[in-house]
């Protein structure tokens, strides 16, 4: 398996570029993001269209685009964090070039829409990026996810443990660990911008999805073989999830476990990542080891 390009870690005085590849942001949140990227020792740049508007999006596609493409040229930047997910980000892909980010690797940062980001720098350039919290859950996020998300920044080591569930299956697994949003993930199979899952931990999330939807998403995975072959599966947060009025008759998780009932690879459930408070930072593309225990949960990178 080929080794990831690992981006270097941030140290006190970096300058690091704040944008929206997705949802227009509250500008008022912005405050409090640069007092906790401040306190970290951090410079920041805002995006010249980070406070844009075009209908839901944080300006025009061409706006977003130029960004992040800004960015991920400017060498004194040494890490991307987007401010918010929302919609957006797919409609961008195309239109930025990454090949300065293979000669000059930086961190890009973020969850949710995010993914479709996630899945271009792991199917195009085999960079590793951050799935973590973003500066529009600051305010509500709690002291861990907070700090996974500067610890990994910086390069500290720390280890995410979290606890069991009636649903996990035993184990242990070892391997680069990939994935994001369920629904990002399914709206980009099949396309150049799909993962590969062979010997990979996946991990998956959502939000705000009807129950027959998560359903049919994990089906999705079934069939295109990427539940077959995997090393270890972490589910993270599944939440605020609809029902029809005739019930689907299963929740979430009870579906996830259904779909995966005949691998027998480790399988943890509510891991603290994903639309919750208490969302930890995941390295995507890098190594990582998950030790499902009947007494908790241990994930180290």
């Known amino acids: 398996m080929k080794n990831s390009i690992l981006p270097n870690n941030l140290k006190k005085g970096d300058k690091i570029s704040l944008i929206s ?40 596609d061409m706006q977003r685009a130029s960004d992040l493409q800004d960015a991920v040229n400017d060498n004194s930047i040494k890490a991307i964090i987007c401010f918010r997910g929302g919609y957006g980000t797919v409609r961008i892909l195309d239109s930025v070039d990454f090949s300065s980010l293979i000669k000059n690797p930086k961190w ?15 199917s195009q350039c085999n960079i ?6 973003m ?8 002291k861990e996810s907070l700090e996974t998300f500067r610890k990994a920044l910086f390069g500290e080591k ?13 184990g242990d697994a070892s391997g680069k660990i990939i994935g994001g949003n369920l629904s990002m993930l399914y709206s980009l199979s099949g396309t150049k911008y799909d993962i590969d899952t062979k010997g990979k931990i996946l991990f998956i999330e959502d939000l705000d999805e009807y129950l027959y939807h998560i359903d049919r998403m994990m089906w999705n995975l079934k ?14 947060g599944m939440t605020d999830m609809n029902d029809n009025d005739i019930s689907f008759g299963k929740q979430a998780l009870e579906i996830i476990k259904e779909a995966v009932q005949e691998y027998d ?3 943890c459930f ?21 030790i499902v225990a009947r007494s908790n949960v241990i994930f180290e990178q």
């Open 223 to 236: 069939l295109s073989g990427k539940l077959n072959n995997l090393e270890g599966l972490i589910i993270g």
């Open 21 to 60: 590849t997705a949802r227009k942001i509250d500008v008022e949140k912005l405050a409090n993001t640069k007092e906790v990227l401040n306190n970290w020792g951090l410079k920041v740049v805002e995006g010249k269209n980070l406070r844009a508007e075009s209908n839901q999006f944080c300006g025009t």
């Open 128 to 133: 590793s990026s951050m799935h973590c919290t």
């Open 158 to 170: 720390y280890t995410i443990i979290a606890e069991t569930h009636s649903l996990n299956r035993e």
């Open 135 to 142: 500066p529009v859950n600051f305010e509500t996020n709690t």
């Open 108 to 122: 890009i940062c973020g969850y949710s829409d995010v993914t479709a980001l996630h899945n271009y720098l792991n």
């Open 265 to 267: 690879y480790p399988i």
């Open 270 to 290: 509510n891991f603290p990542c994903g639309h919750i408070d208490d969302n930890r930072t995941l390295m995507l593309n890098k190594e990582a080891k998950l």
